[in-house]
Structure formats: structure tokens, C-alpha cells
């Protein structure tokens, strides 16, 4: 009988130390306050929404100057025929997960900024402002300066963006190549991921691409 008392409680702390063990490898994730967002669960193979974003007072960034499907002309195809595959992350200031995550981002971006590959952050600080307990949140541009995060950012101001991709949780990673198709998407940050390593491959696979 204390045999099978004994063994039960081994079996126990077993358990327990695999669950442990589960949830600290879990990702890191940030809810995005007050969110009735309809998740549409985009998934590798799903064409990318397209998109129109501010980077400046007045100034818009398009997702069709880079990438558009196959058989469609970029936007500004006469002074801008290249297509690029496109990082794009949506965060907030207030993310601490998102925090985590830049960094790695910085870094693949430092290596790939000089080739046919455009990343951009989409920030939905502003779009969650009014939120209670969110009001005091640091805007972007001058928050990230202060880390030495130079990736362009982009301002989702009313979450029409965010609403697109379903990025109900933060950091929300997509990887779209030339021909507005995801290629992969990640939820949260993870410290036991090898992100730099596990997008650079993807980006180079990308950029070999023949269009």
C-alpha cells in the first residue's frame, strides 16, 4: 500500500514538473485591451490584407509597393519594380513581450536592410490609448529612438490594421513574401526561440525566390 502510495506521489511531482516546465516555454504575450477584434486566423498560405499606413504627418506607406499577388503590378511599378518580401510586427508601447522581441527584430533588420526586404512595425499604441490604465503610455517614435530600435514604424492609429490580421495579442509577427502570401506567423516571444536565426533563414529563402 505505501508502495502505491509512493508511486503516486512521484507520479505527481512528475507531472507537475512537466507542466512547470510546459509554462515557462509558453510565448509571452500582451492582450490588447478591450479588443473585439474577429481573430480571421491567417495561416501560411493565406494571401496578406493589404494596407495603407501613416509614417509622417501626410505621408502613407503602401503594402502593394512591395508585394502584390503574381499576377498584379506593384503599385509604383515604373519607379519601383522590385518586390520585396515583408516583416511586419505589430506591437505597443505598453507591450512588455513586444520589449522582448524588438531587439531580435533590430538585429535581423541591421543585416537585411540593405537588400530587397522591407520591415516595418506597426504600432497600435494610440488605437488602445483611451483605454483605463493605457492613457499614459509612451508614444512610439521617441520610446523606441531611446532603445535604438530603427526599424521603420508605422501608425495603426484606429486598429483598422490590426483588425485585418486579427492581432488580438501581442507581439504578432507575419512574414509575407513577394507575392503577398504568408509565409509564417508567430504569436508572442519565446526567450528558448532562436527568432534572429529562424527568420533570417526564412528571409533568405525568400529572397532566392525567382519572381
Avoid at 507537475?16 to 516546465?21: F, H
Avoid at 509564417?184 to 528571409?203: K, M, N, P, Y
Wanted: aromatic content about 10%; overall charge negative; hydrophobic content about 40%.
Amino acid at each position: 500500500m505505501n508502495d502505491l502510495k509512493n508511486m503516486i506521489k512521484w507520479i505527481s511531482v512528475i507531472l507537475m514538473t512537466v507542466s512547470l516546465g510546459i509554462a515557462q516555454n509558453e510565448s509571452e504575450v500582451a492582450v490588447v485591451p478591450a479588443d473585439t477584434t474577429k481573430d480571421p486566423g491567417l495561416k501560411p498560405g493565406d494571401l496578406a490584407p493589404s494596407w495603407a499606413l501613416m509614417y509622417a504627418p501626410g505621408k502613407f506607406e503602401f503594402s502593394k509597393t512591395w508585394t502584390v499577388e503574381r499576377d498584379q503590378k506593384l503599385r509604383l511599378f515604373m519607379t519601383q519594380p522590385v518586390r520585396h518580401p515583408v516583416v511586419l510586427s505589430f506591437f505597443a508601447t505598453w507591450c512588455k513581450p513586444c520589449m522582448k522581441e524588438l531587439p531580435h527584430l533590430e538585429n535581423v533588420y541591421q543585416t537585411y536592410k540593405d537588400k530587397p526586404v522591407k520591415f516595418f512595425l506597426v504600432d497600435i499604441t494610440e488605437a488602445t490609448r483611451n483605454n483605463e490604465g493605457y492613457e499614459d503610455s509612451p508614444k512610439a517614435g521617441p520610446f523606441l529612438r531611446e532603445k535604438g530600435i530603427t526599424i521603420p514604424i508605422l501608425f495603426d492609429t484606429r486598429g483598422i490594421v490590426k483588425e485585418r490580421y486579427g492581432a488580438k495579442t501581442l507581439p504578432r509577427l507575419f512574414v509575407v513574401d513577394k507575392f503577398q502570401t504568408i509565409r509564417a506567423v508567430r504569436q508572442g516571444f519565446r526567450e528558448d526561440e532562436d527568432l534572429e536565426g529562424e527568420l533570417s533563414t526564412l528571409i533568405d529563402e525568400l529572397l532566392a525566390e525567382e519572381e
